[in-house]
């Protein structure tokens, strides 16, 4: 069975601290992505890695950043967190497939940022 | 912008009712649309659908895919209290790289 972590479940942060969100995933997946998950507006994509140290953008990057210095964990880093980035934070991966994939998630982080 | 819409937003049923969940797209160069079960944690995968009129069918769930008239059902026969959750429908659109854009989600609960 796929299995993809996330470091945390629950976190409290206050603004302007940086914080940091750690995925890990076990199946040698290229792909793994950074969701956040908000009431009324479902998972919405923040960035995504198809290979080590390489990211794309998202539909939603302002205020985050990535990194991938190996294959099987991303990270999430929020240089100075607000309080509009209170939300559940979702990771995902997937392995490259021509014929369309699932990508399998993590338990996500719930975050609040006082 | 693609775009990916769900009805109803929230859905409340008797215990042993029949469900449909529906989740229309606007995607340019679809290739595949996916239905997720979320309950408290992590969405967990349900179906994957790529060709029109092909029903896919797991226990009491099923869903179909209209590309023509892009949208896709999901339904929920002789519902369950386990069956609570929120429904997760994406869509794989190939320009996309293999990012899934979501829909809102369904909520749906099974009173008993």
């Known amino acids: 069975d796929v299995k993809v972590t996330q470091s945390s479940r629950y976190l409290v942060k206050r603004t302007g601290e940086k914080v940091f969100l750690e995925c890990v995933q076990d199946?040698?997946?290229?792909?793994m992505f950074w969701y956040r998950q908000d009431p009324g507006l479902g998972l919405r994509l923040i960035y995504f890695s198809y290979d080590v140290k390489m990211k794309e953008k998202g539909d939603i990057p302002e205020g985050y950043s990535v990194s991938r210095e190996k294959k099987e964990r991303f990270s999430l880093i929020l240089e100075s967190a607000s309080t509009n980035q209170t939300s559940m934070y979702l990771c995902?991966?997937?392995?490259?497939?021509?014929?369309?994939?699932?990508?399998?998630f993590g338990p996500g982080t719930r975050l609040t940022v006082t | 912008e693609d775009k990916v819409v769900q009805s109803p937003l929230s859905l409340v049923v008797h215990e042993g009712d029949t469900v449909t969940l529906n989740c229309s797209y606007e995607v340019t160069n679809f290739r595949s649309l996916l239905w997720y079960k979320q309950e408290k944690k992590a969405p967990t995968f349900l179906f994957m659908l790529t060709s029109s009129g092909i029903e896919k069918k797991s226990g009491r769930l099923s869903s179909i895919l209209d590309k023509k008239e892009l949208f896709s059902i999901l339904n929920i026969t002789a519902t369950q209290t386990g069956d609570s959750a929120v429904y997760l429908c994406a869509v794989e659109p190939i320009q996309g790289a293999q990012k899934l854009v979501f829909g809102q989600g369904t909520r749906l609960t099974i009173n008993p």
């Open positions: 199946m040698d997946h290229e792909n």
């Open positions: 995902a991966s997937s392995l490259s497939s021509d014929r369309g994939y699932e990508q399998y």
